[in-house]
């Protein structure tokens, strides 16, 4: 059974950092790309970030490069989103996705073909 499983969000000020965790079962991490998305009140869900199976590429919105930085773990099957110098504008619910197509080289941030979701972690960037 599939299943993915966010962590570690939070309430945190702004410039702060957060890690999310994205812990997967039912398949293994190194076979298939993972992207994070988010949403926040009254949004449309949005493409974060992605790497690619084998970690070789990763992409970002425009809006997050240089503050946020996606990776996985592969012995711990698990892919992680540090999130670094957090803007209010970063508050959102954020999703972890599967991509469907086994081994892709490439991620995209759209959310055509990612086929499983977890349930979602609440990050607030608020002083």
């Known amino acids: 059974q599939v299943q993915l499983v966010e962590s570690g969000g939070g309430l945190v000020q702004p410039g702060g950092s957060l890690r999310l965790s994205c812990a997967a079962s039912?398949?293994?991490?190194?076979?298939?790309?993972i992207g994070w998305f988010r949403q926040a009140p009254g949004k449309e869900r949005e493409g974060v970030s992605c790497i690619t199976s084998s970690a070789f590429n990763t992409y970002y919105v425009d809006s997050v490069k240089g503050r946020f930085t996606i990776s996985r773990d592969n012995a711990k099957n698990t892919v992680y989103l540090q999130m670094n110098s957090l803007k209010p504008e970063d508050t959102a619910v954020y999703y972890c996705a599967r991509l469907k197509f086994q081994y892709s080289s490439t991620c995209h941030l759209g959310r055509y073909g990612y086929d499983y979701w977890g349930q979602g972690t609440q990050v607030t960037v608020s002083s």
């Open positions: 039912g398949f293994t991490t190194n076979s298939y790309a």
